[in-house]
């Protein structure tokens, strides 16, 4: 991978790069959820979670209503798995290897909040019966033991405008959900009638 030199292979070459990390951006980083980063938490009804295993690496998208990663105290957070496609891919990898990051996004907030440590996977009874909507149980719950937690500043969000109104995209100007299925599956699955039946099939596996 890279050429005539010019791929950097080593740390010494990044640090020569990039040099040392300001003051905040080391002192923000803590071993525990404070106040703030309470709040932030409690705040954010969207997680990505990236975990890795010997099959490679998996970035999963897990949403609800704001606070539905729950503080079970200090050092430890819990959030449910609804309903989904059951890939189960980062399950996999957390049962191989229990590392785990979170990246916590709030609407129209900048600021994004970074959350590292193992995870565990549970179907206690009482916990998951905390996490019920509408009488349905979540499929389990990701148990996150914290190691390290500090937040992003807003750079990123502002460059990218993600929260500007003028730069949203109309959904019908890109390819449909079915549209993309049929052209890798060859046409076997997808189509116009996988997008006709998606809301309603959305909804009802929601919880």
């Known amino acids: 991978m890279g050429t005539n030199g010019h791929t950097i292979t080593s740390i010494e070459q990044l640090e020569a790069l990039y040099g040392q990390p300001s003051g905040p951006a080391v002192a923000k980083e803590i071993d525990y959820i404070s106040d703030g980063y309470r709040k932030l938490i409690e705040a954010a009804p969207f997680v990505a ?43 996999r990898n957390i049962l191989r290897n229990p ?17 590292n440590g193992r995870a565990e996977i549970s179907i206690e009874p009482a916990l998951m019966q905390s996490f019920a909507v509408n009488g349905k149980l979540p499929r389990s719950v990701l148990v996150v033991h914290v190691e390290t937690i ?4 807003s750079k990123a969000i502002v460059r990218s405008k993600l929260w500007d109104e003028a730069t949203k995209i109309e959904r019908k100007s890109l390819p449909s959900t079915g549209t993309i299925i049929a052209e890798v599956s060859k046409g076997k699955l997808g189509g116009e009638d996988y997008d006709r039946a998606a809301p309603e099939r959305i909804q009802k596996m929601l919880y």
């Open 150 to 153: 500090f937040f992003h500043c």
């Open 49 to 91: 979670i990236a975990t890795g295993g010997p099959e490679g690496l998996d970035c999963s998208p897990k949403g609800d209503a704001a606070g539905f990663v729950r503080i079970l105290d200090e050092r430890t957070l819990a959030l449910p798995d609804r309903p989904g496609n059951n890939r189960i891919d980062g399950f």
């Open 99 to 115: 590392h785990i990051a979170l990246l916590f996004l709030i609407p129209g907030v900048g600021e994004t909040l970074r959350v």
